[in-house]
């Protein structure tokens, strides 16, 4: 259903604990601190290993997908 979301909410989760896990005193400083997170972050990219491939999906999850 919606697995783009659950990794949008871990990114944003892990951008919290990371930087914004105190206050920030102004607009200028976030931003520096979110830049700062996203240029370490793409230094060690982790890409996401989807489960399976579609054909898969519309058979392990036939009643979730409309028939075609």
Known sequence: HGSWLNMAEIEIGMLARTCLDRRIGSE???????????????QFPKPISWQFTNE??????????PAI
């Open 28 to 42: 200028e400083e976030f931003r520096n601190e979110v830049k700062a997170y996203l240029k370490w972050k793409n």
């Open 56 to 65: 898969e999906a519309r058979i392990k999850l036939k009643s979730l997908y």
